[in-house]
């Protein structure tokens, strides 16, 4: 019976890559005066990714410090193009806040 319990504990969940955490920057009217006035940055992340991994990798891959994660889950709208008529994609979001004194310009760092 206490080989069982030791087993138990021993299973750990997979995490995720920095690289693999993090896709794409969401820039929007909204999420550009996000950033400027409030140092606030959104970019779409893996759906099982959590807040920790999320503050973890951006914190790795740009350098600066996260105050704070917030994320969310955007569903796919329906669309229709003539008599077609599809979905698009639905992903998860994360608006990720940035410590006082910190800042990254994403599309000076992408050019």
């Given at each position: 019976?206490?080989?069982?319990?030791?087993?138990?504990?021993?299973?750990?969940?997979a995490?995720?890559?920095s690289?693999?955490?993090?896709?794409?920057?969401?820039?929007?009217?909204?999420?550009m005066?996000?950033?400027?006035?409030?140092?606030?940055?959104t970019?779409?992340?893996?759906?099982?990714?959590?807040?920790?991994?999320?503050?973890?990798?951006?914190?790795?891959?740009f350098?600066?410090?996260?105050?704070?994660?917030?994320t969310?889950?955007?569903?796919?709208?329906?669309?229709?193009?003539?008599?077609?008529?599809?979905?698009?994609?639905?992903?998860?979001?994360?608006?990720?806040?940035?410590a006082?004194?910190?800042?990254?310009?994403?599309?000076?760092?992408?050019?």
């Amino acid at each position: 019976m206490a080989k069982k319990k030791e087993a138990a504990k021993v299973v750990k969940a997979a995490t995720i890559k920095s690289s693999d955490c993090i896709i794409r920057p969401i820039l929007t009217e909204e999420t550009m005066s996000n950033m400027q006035n409030l140092n606030k940055i959104t970019v779409e992340v893996s759906k099982n990714s959590n807040k920790v991994e999320i503050k973890n990798a951006f914190e790795s891959l740009f350098g600066v410090k996260v105050k704070q994660v917030n994320t969310s889950h955007v569903r796919g709208r329906s669309k229709r193009v003539g008599r077609y008529s599809g979905t698009t994609s639905s992903y998860k979001k994360a608006i990720i806040t940035l410590a006082e004194g910190q800042s990254l310009d994403l599309l000076k760092d992408n050019q």
